[in-house]
Nanobody, 115 residues
Framework: QVQLVESGGGLVQPGGSLRLSCAAS????????MGWYRQAPGKQREFVAH???????VYADSVKGRFTISRDNAKKTVYLQMNSLKPEDTAVYYC?????????WGPGTQVTVSA
């Protein structure tokens, strides 16, 4: 069973920064895609960023220029550096990993942006 554990969430002021991490463990040979989603109260879960195995990255328009996704393949870990945080970034952030043909989700980590 593949397990994902997110860390790095917390409370920050608007304009602040956080760095999220997601470490994968278990029966893993190779990871196709690692990414981040988020879900605010009363909202659907939305895409934030993906890092594909070939090195390409994709970002939601709402976070472009502020968030950076990266990964350490040896550590099977994906990161999300979040800068210039806004109150609308407040959500539970979930790590998602694709190991064909399955998708795995982490339990989520809370990010709250508030003065």
């Amino acid at each position: 069973q593949v397990q994902l554990v997110e860390s790095g969430g917390g409370l920050v002021q608007p304009g602040g920064s956080l760095r999220l991490s997601c470490a994968a463990s278990g029966r893993i040979f190779s990871i196709n895609t690692m990414g981040w989603y988020r879900q605010a109260p009363g909202k659907q879960r939305e895409f934030v960023a993906h890092s594909h195995s070939g090195g390409s990255t994709v970002y939601a328009d709402s976070v472009k220029g502020r968030f950076t996704i990266s990964r350490d393949n040896a550590k099977k870990t994906v990161y999300l550096q979040m800068n210039s945080l806004k109150p609308e970034d407040t959500a539970v952030y979930y790590c998602k990993v694709t190991i064909a043909p399955r998708e795995y989700w982490g339990p989520g980590t809370q990010v709250t942006v508030s003065a």
